[in-house]
């Protein structure tokens, strides 16, 4: 991930046609780690991820996930080794894509970037000393690391993440499609630009250059992503530009569907219906029986009912387990919900449209 100290330079990305005709869009789960983590290690109180920092950050410091390796390799400011962002082989590739890929990263790669690493921040610690050793085990433990900070920082809230993501992707090859790429690159962000076959970014602190970089641009839409756009350049792999996603401002908005909850009962069952809503933001059984005062072992046998349909994902958070909605549920309650208003509209304008004939 690109970015470090110094002076503000203006960095330039030369592009060919070939270029042009292999641009594509990635949604990459390694693209909201990084930040992710460096957003909650920061302390800062973000205006817009407030409620999530609020309910990771502490499960992050109880699973010692905030002072681990992956901590190591993401301090609160300067640069992040880029082998932590393996170029996505599709659209859409899983975490345990990406965590294969950086197994696979040479070991001399990974000692250049760690080099860096240790130039700006000082030094490194045994583990990322190890690391750099190429110690057998020490990729494998970091990797490990990555995927347990995912189950609990990331996973629960997936697929509200990648519904952003992907309606980011969406919004942008439209653009494309009826405008060009001209209009997608100056739509972007405030600081990249496009003219003269050039991609223009601003307030960078290092040059760019397409030198021994595979063809192509690799867009990648991130949440956690900002101010402004991240780059990485490693050749033999395309150029990444990660940039903040559009519709990020209401990732966190709540969403409750109560007012098709009545319908939603009928299908699914009263408290099957109420966990359903109550699990706007992930929660263990315990939480959930208090707040809904059903019984532990009934919020269990529910839960479990749901997790069989495809409503529910179960997540390991240190000794707890988080649950959480799925993509399907948040499309079932938000058909439910605009079902709902859709049928007291129709009772609105039928009341009315009487009491107008009764007062002719």
């Known amino acids: 991930m690109c970015e470090s100290r110094g002076a503000r330079v203006r960095a330039e990305l030369a592009f060919s046609?070939?270029?042009?005709?292999?641009?594509?869009?990635?949604?990459s789960p390694m693209w909201e780690v990084g930040p992710g983590l460096r957003l909650l290690r920061s302390g800062r109180d973000h205006p817009v991820h407030r409620r999530w920092t609020a309910q990771v950050r502490p499960r992050l410091a109880a699973a010692g996930l905030d002072r681990g390796r992956?901590?190591?390799?993401?301090?609160?400011?300067?640069?992040?080794?880029?082998?932590?962002?393996?170029?996505?082989?599709?659209?859409?590739?899983?975490?345990?894509?990406?965590?294969?890929?950086?197994?696979?990263?040479?070991?001399?790669?990974?000692?250049?970037?760690?080099?860096?690493?240790?130039?700006?921040?000082?030094?490194?610690?045994?583990?990322?000393?190890?690391?750099?050793?190429?110690r057998d085990d020490a990729l494998s433990a970091l990797t490990e690391e990555i995927a347990a900070y995912w189950e609990v920082a990331l996973a629960p809230y997936w697929a509200r993440i990648r519904a952003v993501l992907?309606?980011?992707v969406f919004h942008r090859t439209r653009q494309v499609a009826e405008h060009g790429a001209g209009r997608l690159f100056n739509d972007l962000h405030s600081s990249v630009s496009w003219g003269d076959s050039t991609l223009r970014?601003?307030?960078?602190?290092?040059?760019?250059?397409?030198?021994?970089?595979?063809?192509?641009?690799?867009?990648?839409?991130?949440?956690?992503?900002?101010?402004?756009?991240?780059?990485?350049?490693?050749?033999?792999d395309p150029p990444q530009l990660a940039?903040?996603?559009?519709?990020?401002?209401?990732?966190?908005?709540?969403?409750?569907a109560d007012g098709g909850n009545n319908a939603l009962a009928a299908v699914l069952g009263r408290s099957r219906a109420l966990l359903l809503a109550e699990l706007e933001s992930p929660a263990t059984t315990a939480e959930l029986a208090r707040r809904t005062a059903l019984s532990a072992p009934a919020v269990s046998q529910f839960l479990g009912?749901?997790?069989?349909?495809?409503?529910?994902?179960?997540?390991?958070?240190?000794?707890?387990?988080?649950?959480?909605?799925?993509?399907?549920?948040?499309?079932?309650?938000?058909?439910?919900?605009?079902?709902?208003?859709?049928?007291?509209?129709?009772?609105?304008?039928?009341?009315?449209?009487?009491?107008?004939?009764?007062?002719?």
């Open 17 to 27: 046609v070939g270029d042009l005709a292999q641009m594509r869009f990635s949604v």
């Open 70 to 134: 992956l901590a190591e390799l993401v301090p609160p400011t300067g640069y992040v080794p880029d082998f932590l962002n393996p170029a996505p082989a599709g659209p859409a590739p899983t975490l345990e894509e990406e965590l294969a890929a950086i197994r696979a990263t040479p070991l001399g790669r990974i000692r250049a970037e760690l080099d860096r690493l240790a130039g700006e921040q000082g030094s490194l610690g045994p583990r990322l000393r190890a690391l750099h050793d190429g």
């Open 166 to 168: 992907e309606a980011d």
């Open 201 to 236: 970014l601003s307030g960078r602190h290092r040059p760019l250059s397409r030198r021994g970089a595979g063809p192509g641009l690799l867009l990648i839409p991130s949440v956690f992503t900002g101010p402004v756009p991240f780059t990485r350049v490693t050749p033999p």
């Open 243 to 256: 940039y903040p996603a559009r519709g990020t401002g209401t990732l966190w908005e709540v969403r409750r």
């Open 305 to 360: 009912a749901l997790r069989g349909a495809g409503l529910v994902s179960a997540h390991r958070a240190g000794r707890c387990v988080l649950y959480a909605r799925t993509a399907a549920a948040e499309t079932l309650l938000a058909a439910s919900a605009s079902a709902s208003a859709s049928a007291s509209a129709s009772a609105s304008a039928a009341s009315a449209t009487q009491t107008s004939r009764g007062g002719a």
